[in-house]
Structure formats: structure tokens, C-alpha cells
């Protein structure tokens, strides 16, 4: 018998749905799933959770909630992943026991998780064999606000995520 393996933005971005007229009671299981998501949005700061609930709960767009928090684009996509990030580690146990799943052991990759991802994958791929990784690294910072701090994550990124299409 093989084990069953759920990535985990697969069963984040089930998880993270709610209906807004309140009738999640007469959905099996939606009220045990919406308790698990909501005591998770609990442990998160103020601000993540603020992000979290304008985003999915409220779908409100990146401009309004920028406009209405006063922050910068760049720093609300920060802010969703890294709050994301915290909710599906305090997830997790609850989806392995209430589903009876693994989940896959997914180590963070701050290039795979940019929302510019493909952005970020031309940087990368920009650099000649015969330079160092440190223009990459500027540009990555300065492009996209991702402080690489080895170019050692660029070249894992590079051996096990990047994904080249079929010539």
C-alpha cells in the first residue's frame, strides 16, 4: 500500500476557503476544518493574520489592501507568504491526523516561494558561466526583495527546482 503524499499548497488553498453566509455547519467537516484554520489564524501575528483574512477570507486585491494598510506592494506579498508559510507548519498535524496523510517534506526555497517566481528564473538564468553569483544575488535583491545569502541557495535552487521545458 502506498502512502499518500498532499503538497502542501494543495491542501493549503483548500483549507483557506470559507463561505461567507455561514452555513459551513451543514457541510460535513467544514466546521471541524474551518476550527482548525481559525485557531491557527489565532497564533499569528496581528498583522499576518490581518494580511490572511483581506486576501482569502475578505478577497479583497493587493492594491486595496496596500492602500489601506499603507504598505508597498512588495511588502504584502512578503507578508502573505511568510504568514502562509507559518499557517500551513501549524496545519500540518491537523491535516496528517484529520485526513490521514503525509505531508511531503518540502523544504523552503526562497526562490520557489517568490511570487515573482518567474521573474526571479530569468535573473538566475541571466548569469554567464564565467561570472560569480554576487550580480544575480544584487539583482535578486534589488528587483525583487529576495535576500539570497549564500550562492549556495542558487545553486541548489538551480540542481533540484528549476524545471526546464521540452525542446
Not at 499569528?44 to 490581518?50: A, H, N, R, V
Not at 515573482?116 to 525583487?144: F, P
Request: proline share 1%; charged share 35%.
Amino acid at each position: 500500500m502506498s502512502k499518500k503524499i498532499v503538497r502542501y499548497q494543495e491542501w493549503m488553498d483548500a483549507m483557506v476557503v470559507f463561505s461567507s453566509d455561514g452555513d459551513s455547519d451543514e457541510k460535513s467537516g467544514d466546521v471541524e476544518v474551518e476550527r482548525a484554520v481559525r485557531g491557527a489564524l489565532e497564533k499569528l501575528s496581528d498583522f499576518e493574520k490581518d494580511l490572511i483574512e483581506r486576501r482569502f477570507l475578505m478577497c479583497q486585491s493587493s492594491q486595496r489592501i496596500c492602500g489601506e494598510l499603507g504598505i508597498s506592494e512588495r511588502d504584502l506579498e512578503r507578508g502573505l507568504r511568510e504568514a502562509q508559510l507559518r499557517l500551513r507548519r501549524l496545519l500540518a498535524p491537523f491535516v496528517q491526523r484529520r485526513f490521514k496523510v503525509g505531508i511531503a517534506d518540502e523544504r523552503r526555497c526562497l526562490i520557489c516561494d517568490c511570487v515573482e517566481r518567474e521573474r526571479a528564473e530569468e535573473i538566475i538564468g541571466s548569469k554567464n558561466q564565467e561570472e560569480t553569483w554576487r550580480r544575480v544575488m544584487c539583482e535578486l535583491d534589488e528587483h525583487l526583495g529576495l535576500k539570497i545569502s549564500s550562492p549556495q541557495m542558487l545553486i541548489g535552487h538551480v540542481k533540484y527546482h528549476v524545471v526546464v521545458g521540452e525542446e
